[in-house]
């Protein structure tokens, strides 16, 4: 080993940790080098990719001890495209390396020790769960590939099917693959910011097996798509519509904020908890619904008898606030999406329910102005993006008088932070467990219950 780590360096490293983004973690020089896709208890020989203020990173060249539950990743596109982290390990393995990836965070960041593992309810289907899938098109060579990007670059690696998909996903994708390349669609030129088909997407309704395709195109543009409903009507007799999607920004956001209807029904109908929803084209929906219906009644026994006004924050299209009004609680849910509201808006009428409300905006900005006038609240579930909550959704919260906090978070870092800022704000931590909404990969839904003290 040489006597510092510079770029191209190669050295002999054991892995003794996981980083947040299932990298396994080895220490050299008084560093934490990171390297993804090898696992604890292994030894490998590393070359050194990059050296920061922060962080040390290096690409495995060899393996000189394995871990026993390695096993053989089940998609060949595995390491490049950037969707998967640990397929490389057993599912098992993947348990338990998610549970220490959550302690190492919360003690690292919220200065938090448990007690003990955090409880995680495992799937019981680990391969074919997600029931949306939306593919980048490119045209190379020639010829229309679909994929996804390689780990933090725009660089397509081509996959036309991804195991973690519902196979109707993929067989949406592979219709519209199959007509642009024969019907010449123009593809879109990210570079450039010219062409037309910019995405591939397709959302399944899991129990009642409905599907939606999806084309995301930079204008809006007379389609030639009778050709395409055709194949895809005769490929997935489980289609109910086919929608054009506009995205004429120049950004990485795939979807825009306008549809136009080509054929049959823009939203397909999913139920859960023995209620229906109503999912549109951008309408937020978790992605494992087994998964999904665990996570929620799991928060329906943290809150136990019905209390005052039950906030659900980061509502999308209300599934855990209708599930509430169910079970007796008043609810009231906040969403910034126009369509998710609307589509909560119209599954609560249909369900029958009663005793809640719908609020469109963001949370940071309406939650605040509603405490502000009087609203007072009995508990809040949280569940936001990945960067976690505005300070001022936490204050908010604080300030409405919630007695209970149920938050669910997919990433650990962000959860800690808040976690950190609602205990000086008085509340302590009742418990943490965890859901694992997204097998193979590095993310985890975890699920804290926190009390004013």
Known sequence: MSASLEKGCRLELSIDGVGVGAEGVGHALGRAVFVPFVLPDERWLVEISHVGKRRVEARAIEGLAMHPERVEPV???????????????????????????VADTLRSVAAVELDGPVPVMGADLALGYRNRGQYPVRLEGGRVRTGFFAPRSHELVAVESCPLHDERVDRVVGCMRAWAGRKQIDIYDEGRHQGFLRHAVARVAVSTGQVLAVCVGAKDSKLPHADLLRRLRRDLPELVGLVLNIQPQRSNVVLGKRNRLLWGQDFIEERLGGLRFRLSVGSFFQVHLAQAERLFARVGEILGKPERTVLDAYGGVGVLAQLLAAAGHETLGIEMVPQAVTDARTAAKGNGLSGMRFELGRVERVLPKLVRGGLRLGAVVLDPPRKGCAPEVLQAIADSGAGRIVYASCHPGSLARDLGRLFEMGFSLDSLEAVDMFPQTAHLECLASLSRR
């Open 75 to 101: 998609c060949p596109a595995f390491g490049r495209c950037g969707g998967c982290q640990l397929q490389h390990a057993t599912y098992s393995l993947q348990l338990k390396l998610k549970q220490r990836l």
